[in-house]
């Protein structure tokens, strides 16, 4: 069963519906039992009422601009708006299809007895946006928070996928406490190169690498250049995108299914289209971000980004989210979920598959089913967007290639998705992602040699004078929320040209940086608290030994600590980064990498004070 083709939640306009329709494969769906009624909203209770219905001056000034928009009462008088939030645009190559599915969000919409406005967002292009999107996700996030909050909205459809708008939608919908649907882009297409299927991200890097080597020369590197991204959508390997969109299907603000299925295949269209219909049915019976994303849901997005070898960002990103909806979510639950979660999906950069085999072998729902297998993993009783439980949506969901979605007695790993470490090199925390490095290299010691920027490591990783062997702890500083600025995705440091022509693929590496959730290695990230704001990296000088020891969770610089405190009485905060403009407002906001990198005031618990829609 695929999402456009999920049985709809009871609600006002599931009457005026038919039967639903056949699964994509031709199967029909499965009944789902139905979740307890909810009593249904009154249209003179919508919110938009308030800008709409009363006799006031305001209310028919309100009136006569959608007349002077060409909708008259019949069109939109008793219906709930419904607001789409598109992040399309024309430098955004993953949501290069957005601007069709709003209109088909629209149709769906139409279909339920809604009344649909568009309104475009900020993009948050991983691919253009410099010096990282990481740094706009907030702004994302209020943009979207504040106009669900100002405009005349009762409920909404977020349209995102790229790695950034997928944790700032949510969080701007959760605070603006509306009914909200999310629709994710989906996955591009399997690459190709030369006969071999390839993945955006992962395989860019190994193949760069083996550029760099001279294994291959111009002409490779253009066969791969036309192949590896080949149709709209995100990147195809379980990365960041991916990660996040999954982590919004668990969490229950997608329809089933919605997050695996290919941006190309026509079930994408559907699951739009079902997804407008559904928001109107959420309206009416108020169901909110807020009874949706729960304490039990959050850890049910960590034990599925484990599960699935996902992007070490989901860390930052549901400690975020979690926080906007007054949840306390810490590096310790990833630790312990990784602990007692086995790693079940098959895809690169972990395994050796790619999302359109994953939806073809069962999607996400199949997923969760396995994982539901595991004791305490999951909680199956709570509600989602579809008005049923989470086990009643995988009631039906069944695997259909166990080589992609692996069972827990043939898990790609027993454990070891996601480890958290500490020390006194990161007091508060870093993250390191076991599967995709090296084995020898989990436990390693060697010396430190240090990049006080990412400029400096381009210029200087391939000079035979900082005498770097495969023993050398590469480490990257200033790259953290405030110095990067915004964190950006430098943790997978290069190795030097003549390392990798004599073999040497992977090496400790250590950053207060992110790392794209396509790379791989032994890289240590999200180290805090970061060294721009005097945290221990900044201690670090090229040739003090560095232990990294994963199975102990242990990151620790070897030198004395008499000598440390020497040197952090000596050390200097360096100059801002940014004189006005947005950039200060994120210097002086941003929390550290193991806090989810928010705004301090916009994770406050206060409630935002609504617009009063018709002032005297």
């Known amino acids: 069963m695929t999402p456009g083709d999920a049985p709809q939640a009871p609600g006002r306009s599931a009457q005026r519906r038919g039967p639903a329709s056949h699964g994509v494969h031709g199967a029909p769906p499965a009944r789902l039992s139905e979740a307890p009624a909810r009593e249904a909203r009154k249209p003179a209770t919508l919110r938009s009422a308030t800008w709409f219905g009363s006799a006031s001056l305001r209310s ?14 019949a069109g939109h008088a008793g ?72 405009y005349p909205i009762d409920g909404a459809v977020l349209l995102g996928g790229c790695d950034k708008t997928t944790p700032a939608l949510l969080m701007g919908a959760a605070s603006a406490g509306l009914p909200a649907i999310y629709v994710p882009a989906g996955p591009m297409l399997r690459g190709n190169y030369r006969g071999q299927a390839v993945g955006s991200g992962t ?135 990784s602990r007692r979660v086995p790693v079940l999906a098959n895809i690169r950069p972990t395994g ?25 993993a999951l909680h199956t009783g709570r509600v989602t967007a579809t008005g049923r439980t989470l086990g009643e949506q995988l009631a039906a969901a069944q695997v259909w290639n166990p080589d992609v ?20 090199l990161a007091p508060d925390g870093a993250v390191i992602k076991p599967l995709a490095a090296e084995p020898g ?44 600025p915004g964190m950006p995705e430098y943790g997978m440091l290069p190795i030097p040209d003549y390392l990798l022509a004599r073999g040497v693929r992977d090496m400790v590496r250590v950053s207060d940086a992110r790392m794209s959730g396509t790379s791989y290695g032994a890289c240590v990230l999200h180290v805090a ?29 070897e030198v004395d600590e008499a000598e440390l405190a020497r040197r952090q009485a000596a050390w200097q905060p360096p100059p801002p980064r940014f004189g006005r403009g947005y950039g200060v407002l994120f210097s002086e906001q941003v929390t550290q990498a193991n806090e989810g990198c928010d705004f301090e ?16």
Request: charged share 20%; aromatic share 6%; net charge negative.
């Open 60 to 73: 028919f000034s309100h009136r006569s601009r959608m007349r002077q928009m060409g909708v008259d009462a």
């Open 203 to 337: 395989d860019m890097w190994k193949f760069w690498d083996d550029y760099r080597a001279g294994l291959i020369g111009d002409c490779e590197l253009a066969d791969l250049e036309y192949g590896i991204a080949r149709s709209p959508g995100h990147c195809m390997t379980m990365g960041t995108a991916s990660t996040m969109t999954s982590c919004a299907e668990v969490l229950g603000m997608t329809l089933p299914g919605a997050a695996s299925i290919p941006a190309a295949d026509s079930a994408h269209i559907r699951m739009a289209t079902a997804s407008g219909r559904r928001i109107v049915d959420m309206v009416w019976e108020d169901l909110i971000p807020g009874a949706i994303l729960t304490k039990e849901a959050f850890e049910d997005a960590v034990a599925t980004v484990i599960a699935l070898g996902g992007s070490t960002n989901a860390v930052i990103h549901l400690v975020a989210m979690a926080g906007r909806c007054g949840v306390k979510l810490n590096l310790e639950d990833f630790d312990a979920t």
């Open 79 to 150: 219906k709930p708006v419904i607001a789409i939030i598109n992040t399309w645009s024309e430098l955004n190559p993953c949501h290069m299809h957005l601007r069709e599915r709003a209109e088909q969000v629209k149709r769906g919409v139409w279909q339920a007895g809604g009344f649909p406005v568009e309104f475009g967002a900020a993009t948050l292009s991983e691919t253009y946006c410099k010096p990282t999107p990481m740094m706009y996700r907030n702004l994302l996030a209020m943009e979207t928070e504040e106009t669900l909050r100002s």
């Open 405 to 424: 979605i692996r069972s827990p007695d043939n898990a790609l790993s027993a454990e070891g998705g996601l480890a958290v470490l500490r020390g006194n």
């Open 352 to 376: 050796a598959y790619l999302m359109e085999d994953f939806y073809y072998a069962g999607g996400l729902p199949a997923l969760l089913a396995q994982l539901a297998t595991v004791p305490g």
């Open 601 to 616: 005031f916009l994770a406050r618990p206060d409630a935002a004070a609504g617009p009063d829609p018709n002032p005297q």
């Open 529 to 557: 608290p970061e060294s721009w704001v005097g945290g221990p990296l900044a201690l670090v000088r090229t040739g003090d030994p560095i232990t990294l020891n994963v199975a102990e969770r242990v990151l620790r610089l």
């Open 441 to 484: 290299l989990l436990s390693h010691t060697g010396p430190a040699v240090v990049f006080d920027s990412y400029a400096q490591l381009q210029e200087q990783i391939n000079d035979p004078a900082l005498d770097i062997t495969p023993d050398s702890v590469l480490v990257l500083r200033n790259a953290g929320p405030r110095g990067g």
